[in-house]
């Protein structure tokens, strides 16, 4: 059996007013995920672990079959292994992002979705004056980057910047042991930034400048067990970042570069299909992760969402479904999202989420079925956890 699992981050969504009192998902026109809805089974999915912040480092986790309270040691390690980097001994990853403040005031936490070439050329001129002999900054995709500290600051408390849009930073900076040190790294990325001819450029265009670095997200090396051991299954991730790629890899997956996948609804929608093509080409197992719902939440933008939304349905779903069927060969399709990401909250949220799992072939008729394949839904199911749920589906119980 293939095992197929498309993952739109952060589809989930509120109902909103601008969409005729719809949510995103309710609203976009999804045929694909409507007739995989139809015709397969639903679930209400909890993929929050009790205790720890919806975020889509934990809430991938659950997707993929790993529960974030025996692991989970912070967003940045994961990422750090995605993008190739090494955590020694005593090494502590943060997360740093360039991001727009104005007035003490968090505008954005994506710079405007700066440009690769514009974030790499200004991550490098921070490291020119901040780097250390324990301090080294890692340029990464847009906006994401990150800092490798050796014996860093652990015992302290930062937040994502996606999740304090709009609102002071004052009450949300690092705190706790040595965060004093962490405040004036980002504090001195003030006057770097300030006048680099990048950011003259973007101001000139109009566009949000990066004014300061942020740091989030820290913690120490993770390991997890393989796919192999876990599942006795072969496989690779397609994603846009390396948070999602840095699981796929933990987890002892292939995680292909896809040329022009961005992480945004500019991306290279095919090239990631083709990737997942050619990974169940070889083996059992493939997992498409789309960031574009997400970061559009994040923005507060309902018309951009759902287009978004649409997109993955038009772009990734419907293609790969029919790929699958194509094949005439057994195969269960897992169409979910991470967790919610409210364009009125721009933020993620700890609500359940839809999910459906179709197990096929079911013949091209089932292109044409329809069902509600939204938040509306959930009322009516019983809540599983997520990676109780995955780890039954993906078992090798499940292919008897």
Known sequence: MKYLVLVGDGMGDYPVDLL??????????????????????????????AGLPPGSDVCNMGLLGYNALEKYTGRAPIEAVGAGIPLKEGDVAFRCNLVTVQDGTM?????GHITTEEGDALIRAVAAELETDQLTFYPGISY????????????????????????????????????EEVCDLMERSKAILAEHPVNRARQAAGQNTATQLWLWGQGSALTLPSYQERFGLSGGVVTAVDLVRGLGRLAGLATPEVEGATGFIDTNYAGKV????????????????????????????????????????????????KHMESLGEP??????????????????????VPFAVLDGPVGSQAYET?????????????????????QDLLSPASRS
Request: charged letters at 20%; one cysteine or more.
């Open 20 to 49: 005729g009192g719809k949510s995103p998902l309710e609203a976009a026109a999804i045929p694909g995920m409507r007739a995989i809805a139809a015709s397969g089974v639903l679930h209400s999915l909890k993929t929050v672990p």
């Open 107 to 111: 505008i954005d936490y994506s710079a």
């Open 144 to 179: 994401r980057h990150l800092i490798v500290w050796h014996r860093g600051p652990q015992k302290i408390a930062t937040e994502p910047p996606h999740e304090i849009a709009d609102q002071a930073i004052g009450a949300h900076l690092p705190s706790g042991e040595r965060s």
């Open 274 to 321: 083709d990737a997942a093509k050619d990974i169940l080409a070889e083996h059992p197992f493939a997992y498409v992760h789309i960031e574009a719902p997400d970061e559009c939440g994040h923005m507060g933008d309902a018309k951009l969402k759902t287009g978004a939304i649409e997109a993955f349905d038009r772009e990734v779903v419907l293609p790969l479904w």
């Open 331 to 352: 195969y269960r399709l897992l169409l979910a999202m991470d967790h919610r990401t409210p364009v009125s909250l721009r933020g993620h949220t700890d609500d359940p």
């Open 370 to 390: 329809s069902a509600p394949f939204d938040e509306t839904i959930l009322t009516s199911l019983p809540e599983s956890w997520s990676y109780a749920l995955i």
